[in-house]
């Protein structure tokens, strides 16, 4: 069993900064995917950004203000967010799955397989 903790949310202004963090417990296998994910009101869900095998991906979105990094020893995963828009408001969720990434498709989180409770990013104009 895989236990998944988000922390850091909160409400910050366009332009400012947040650092999320997930705490994972359980068998976690660093060879295995571990993402973050956000789902807006009203709006699909979407992968942020998946780290497994030594490999990052990032979605559109993310890339050039976003950083995801993992820490196998303490079993944590990162999610630094710059230069935050109000579009980035969401509740944003960590997600484990007990494979390897699929960097092929991987952004609907249908393939992953526990889940964290999210934690909410709200950013204002």
């Known amino acids: 069993q895989v236990q998944l903790v988000e922390s850091g949310g909160g409400s910050v202004q366009a332009g400012g900064s947040l650092r999320l963090s997930c705490a994972a417990s359980?068998?976690?296998?660093?060879?295995?995917?571990i993402a973050w994910f956000r789902q807006a009101l009203g709006k699909e869900r979407e992968g942020i950004a998946q780290?497994?095998?030594?490999?990052?991906d990032y979605a559109d979105s993310a890339k050039g203000r976003f950083t995801a990094s993992r820490d196998n020893a303490k079993n944590t995963l990162s999610l630094q967010m710059n230069s935050l828009k109000p579009e980035d408001t969401a509740v944003y969720y960590c997600?484990?799955?007990?494979?390897?990434?699929?960097?092929?498709?991987?952004?609907?989180?249908?393939?992953?397989?526990?889940w964290g409770q999210g934690t909410q990013v709200t950013v204002s104009s």
């Open positions: 997600a484990y799955r007990l494979d390897a990434c699929d960097r092929t498709s991987w952004s609907t989180g249908a393939q992953f397989h526990y």
């Open positions: 359980g068998f976690i296998s660093w060879r295995n995917c």
């Open positions: 780290i497994g095998g030594g490999t990052t």
